[in-house]
């Protein structure tokens, strides 16, 4: 089993709707999550680290289920901007620098 | 945005020959990555630095080396590039790890050809 996996998609979601996707993680020792967008040939940026108690910033909110060893992003009112690859990060060995490991994204494309 | 300037932004080398990607980097982070970006595999860590001249490797290291002579510029060197080395590079910095906040150059692409 892979250590960060996500649905590559794409979702071809209309402008407005909601979506979500979810990113599963192996090691349960896993102390650290977070989601980073990544715009076609850029560079990714962090968009939002994610809490035990779940955390929502405007239109996206981030929960942990560690239980099920996931994290989901859900995405409301969604805009064209909104199209990238998001990745989901997880540091799996408790914060050292070496331990953040990627998934390999999930393409999202909002269509007008 | 972090000030991550990354040297060149595309190249195109032969196998067996030499070549150097800079990472420069003005936000006087501790921490600076080297990662390959291909696709059908995630972001994967080649070596990072701690600090200066304090480098360790990372997931695929292998054919890959690195300095840091001074805390703003983090160089890697592909001793004889390889055809399977043909990816994109990014350079990544930052505080704390624990965060998991990372600022990443614009990448450099790389053909070997």
């Known amino acids: 089993r892979k250590e960060v996996e996500q649905d590559p998609g794409p979702f071809n979601v209309p402008e407005g709707a909601t979506v979500a996707f979810n990113c599963t993680y192996s090691?349960?020792?896993?102390?650290?999550f977070f989601w980073y967008r990544q715009d076609c040939r850029k560079e990714p940026k962090l968009l939002m680290s994610v809490y035990s108690s779940g955390n929502e910033d405007g239109r996206f909110t981030a929960q942990l289920n560690r239980a099920s060893q996931y994290i989901s992003l859900l995405i409301r009112d969604s805009k064209l901007s909104d199209s990238a690859t998001y990745l989901c990060?997880?540091?799996?060995?408790?914060?050292?620098?070496?331990?953040?490991?990627f998934g390999k994204g999930t393409h999202l494309i909002i269509q007008p | 945005d972090a000030g991550i300037t990354q040297s060149p932004r595309h190249k195109v080398t032969e196998t067996g020959t030499p070549v150097t990607l800079r990472c420069h980097q003005t936000e006087n982070h501790r921490y600076m990555y080297w990662y390959r970006q291909d696709p059908g595999h995630g972001l994967r860590l080649i070596h990072y630095?701690?600090?200066?001249?304090?480098?360790d490797k990372g997931e695929v290291s292998d054919g890959y080396s690195v300095s840091r002579s001074k805390t703003e510029d983090f160089l890697l060197t592909l001793e004889s590039a390889t055809s399977s080395q043909t990816s994109v590079y990014f350079c990544a910095t930052g505080t704390d790890p624990s965060t998991g906040e990372l600022f990443f150059g614009e990448g450099s692409r790389l053909t070997v050809l």
């Open positions: 630095s701690y600090g200066v001249k304090d480098t």
């Open positions: 090691n349960s020792a896993s102390q650290s």
């Open positions: 990060v997880v540091n799996i060995k408790g914060g050292g620098a070496d331990g953040l490991t």
